[in-house]
T-cell receptor, first 108, second 119 residues
Framework: GEDVEQSLFLSVREGDSSVINCTYTDSSSTYLYWYKQEPGAGLQLLTYIFSNMDMKQDQRLTVLLNKKDKHLSLRIADTQTGDSAIYFC????????FGAGTILRVKS | GAVVSQHPSRVICKSGTSVKIECRSLDFQATTMFWYRQFPKQSLMLMATSNEGSKATYEQGVEKDKFLINHASLTLSTLTVTSAHPEDSSFYIC???????????????FGPGTRLTVL
């Protein structure tokens, strides 16, 4: 079955870049997503990438996809304290399969 | 755009009672809505997928008689937890997808979640 794995915890200093990594197993994935969850809240869609793309940039966010290695990463430039949250990668089609989430802690 | 609301945000009930949670897509029509359950410090577990006007598809291990899902319109789905027990206490999150199969149309937009506590 499908499986998505993420590193569990990342700590960075304010202003540094953060890189959150994710690996997946389903080679038929069409879309891959990054969601952000703040404490006690639902999930906020940050960005998504179609499986035939290698990179997508959206302001401070850069998504890299290595389809051969089934590896997805999210880079947050100039990380701010407001970026502290849990980040989930997920893959589809049809229904989302989530990773366990990466806790990002930003130290000021 | 793509806002999904849930109501209530928090509910406390006694064991044996039923609780209804509403999920609404506010500014788009949702072909498909999903219900998830999240335990503390864990990922989301898909419970069921519902399409407007048809029966929900439940994931393995999810009791359909306990978790009743009604997708009455393209903007509203409800989850009713029947005869709730303390082990049903959890964070329930819905999502909605405009569907259509076009690029990005499968994207799910999530509600803010409902914290259910059963005493």
């Amino acid at each position: 079955g499908e499986d998505v794995e993420q590193s569990l915890f990342l700590s960075v200093r304010e202003g540094d870049s953060s890189v959150i990594n994710c690996t997946y197993t389903d080679s038929s994935s069409t879309y891959l997503y990054w969601y952000k969850q703040e404490p006690g809240a639902g999930l906020q869609l940050l960005t998504y990438i179609f499986s035939n793309m290698d990179m997508k940039q959206d302001q401070r966010l850069t998504v890299l996809l290595n389809k051969k290695d089934k590896h997805l990463s999210l880079r947050i430039a100039d990380t701010q304290t407001g970026d502290s949250a849990i980040y989930f990668c997920a893959e589809s089609p049809h229904k989302l399969v989530f990773g366990a989430g990466t806790i990002l802690r930003v130290k000021s | 755009g793509a806002v999904v609301s849930q109501h209530p945000s928090r509910v406390i009930c006694k064991s044996g009672t039923s609780v209804k949670i509403e999920c609404r897509s506010l500014d788009f029509q949702a072909t498909t809505m999903f219900w998830y359950r999240q335990f503390p410090k864990q990922s989301l577990m898909l419970m069921a997928t519902s399409n407007e006007g048809s029966k929900a598809t439940y994931e393995q291990g999810v009791e359909k008689d306990k978790f009743l899902i009604n997708h009455a319109s393209l903007t509203l789905s409800t989850l009713t937890v029947t005869s709730a027990h303390p082990e049903d206490s959890s964070f329930y999150i819905c999502s909605a997808s405009p569907g259509g199969g076009l690029a990005g149309e499968d994207t799910q937009y999530f509600g803010p979640g409902t914290r259910l506590t059963v005493l």
